[in-house]
């Protein structure tokens, strides 16, 4: 039977999903789940260290390179407690409270990953079209402006979700699809359908930009010239694919694939909101030679 909708949201309990046919194995999981949380940390904070720290990083695109570490930081940061709670002691059990609290940073972080990877790809297109009037569109003052916008939308956008979902009505103990409280998840154990989603816009909007890119490149005369304008984008390429390509995949699923097994929706799910965080700094200091020059620096000062 249903509480009432009303009830105060303390009452209502959660049970957080651990990974199904692999509850034996927590050992293993455990510790690549906290080898993937390491990575991503330390991963990210060098990112953000390096940018701060270098001045001649203090570019339109190496700010908005910091802005997406700070989202994929917090996205982790966000799913940590659950994951460990589950992985590591054990514990399933998550009040309603303290639920919608991680769905808000959840998504919230989410949304600022989306934005941040959208304002990169604003940042190439400017870069590849307009080469000349590059430094006098993106500015500082413009770099910071967007940052605030980004930042105000996604927290505005998500603040009413946990105040929202305290007035809906659920069973006394419910069990959750995954490891964390994601709003699609909660909000199937009610009685509600509404959803909030607002990456796609963001979506379409990348894929504008790269069309610009495409057609500009593809005007140039020179192949080298080509090359080198693509490599300038590659980077950003890899990390829109690591966002996007679980994110589409779990969307299909979810609309064509409903008899498939539990655990390929949550590999998805933790493709989606564990991989990218851990592999965007790794892209990056692959293929951005400043990026890569200066961790080498940091981790042999002497033969620099």
Same mark, same amino acid.
């Given at each position: 039977?249903?509480?009432?909708?009303?009830?105060?949201?303390?009452?209502?309990?959660?049970? $957080?999903?651990?990974?199904?046919?692999?509850?034996?194995?927590?050992?293993?999981?455990?510790?690549?789940?906290?080898?993937?949380?390491?990575?991503?940390?330390?991963?990210?904070?060098?990112?953000? !260290?390096?940018?701060?720290?270098?001045?001649? $990083?203090?570019?339109?695109?190496?700010?908005?390179?910091?802005?997406?570490?700070?989202?994929? $930081?917090?996205?982790?940061?966000?799913?940590?407690?659950?994951?460990?709670?589950?992985?590591?002691?054990?514990?399933?059990?998550?009040?309603?409270?303290?639920?919608?609290?991680?769905?808000?940073?959840?998504?919230?972080?989410?949304?600022?990953?989306?934005?941040?990877?959208?304002?990169?790809?604003?940042?190439?297109?400017?870069?590849?079209?307009?080469?000349?009037?590059?430094?006098?569109?993106?500015?500082?003052?413009?770099?910071?402006?967007?940052?605030?916008?980004?930042?105000?939308?996604?927290?505005?956008?998500?603040?009413?979700?946990?105040?929202?979902?305290?007035?809906?009505?659920?069973?006394?103990?419910?069990?959750?699809?995954?490891?964390?409280?994601?709003?699609?998840?909660?909000?199937?154990?009610?009685?509600?359908?509404?959803?909030?989603?607002?990456?796609?816009?963001?979506?379409?909007?990348?894929?504008?930009?790269?069309?610009?890119?495409?057609?500009?490149?593809?005007?140039?005369?020179?192949?080298?010239?080509?090359?080198?304008?693509?490599?300038?984008?590659?980077?950003?390429?890899?990390?829109?694919?690591?966002? !996007?390509?679980?994110?589409?995949?779990?969307?299909?699923?979810?609309?064509?694939?409903?008899?498939?097994?539990?655990?390929? !929706?949550?590999?998805?799910? !933790?493709?989606?909101?564990?991989?990218?965080?851990?592999?965007?700094?790794?892209?990056?200091?692959?293929?951005?030679?400043?990026?890569?020059?200066?961790? $080498?620096?940091?981790?042999?000062?002497?033969?620099?």
């Amino acid at each position: 039977m249903e509480i009432s909708k009303h009830s105060n949201a303390s009452n209502f309990l959660f049970i $957080l999903m651990d990974l199904p046919g692999l509850e034996t194995a927590h050992c293993w999981t455990a510790i690549t789940i906290c080898l993937i949380y390491i990575l991503s940390v330390l991963g990210n904070i060098t990112i953000m !260290y390096i940018v701060k720290s270098v001045p001649s $990083l203090h570019t339109p695109m190496y700010l908005f390179l910091s802005m997406l570490a700070m989202a994929n $930081l917090g996205l982790s940061a966000s799913t940590l407690l659950s994951m460990v709670a589950v992985f590591l002691l054990g514990q399933r059990m998550i009040g309603a409270a303290t639920c919608f609290a991680q769905l808000f940073f959840i998504h919230t972080f989410s949304v600022i990953e989306w934005a941040a990877l959208l304002a990169m790809a604003f940042d190439r297109c400017v870069a590849i079209r307009e080469p000349l009037r590059y430094a006098t569109i993106l500015t500082t003052k413009h770099i910071g402006a967007i940052g605030l916008a980004v930042i105000s939308r996604s927290t505005v956008l998500h603040l009413p979700l946990p105040v929202l979902l305290e007035r809906l009505a659920f069973q006394p103990v419910s069990a959750l699809s995954h490891s964390y409280c994601v709003h699609p998840d909660v909000l199937r154990l009610s009685s509600s359908s509404t959803l909030v989603n607002s990456g796609g816009m963001d979506a379409v909007l990348i894929l504008l930009s790269y069309v610009l890119i495409l057609k500009t490149v593809l005007s140039i005369a020179s192949n080298a010239e080509q090359l080198k304008a693509f490599n300038t984008c590659i980077s950003h390429i890899c990390a829109v694919h690591l966002f !996007y390509t679980p994110l589409v995949s779990l969307s299909m699923i979810h609309r064509f694939g409903k008899k498939l097994p539990a655990q390929v !929706y949550m590999l998805l799910s !933790y493709l989606h909101f564990l991989m990218p965080p851990m592999l965007n700094p790794i892209v990056y200091s692959v293929k951005t030679k400043e990026i890569r020059v200066c961790i $080498l620096k940091m981790l042999h000062p002497k033969k620099h």
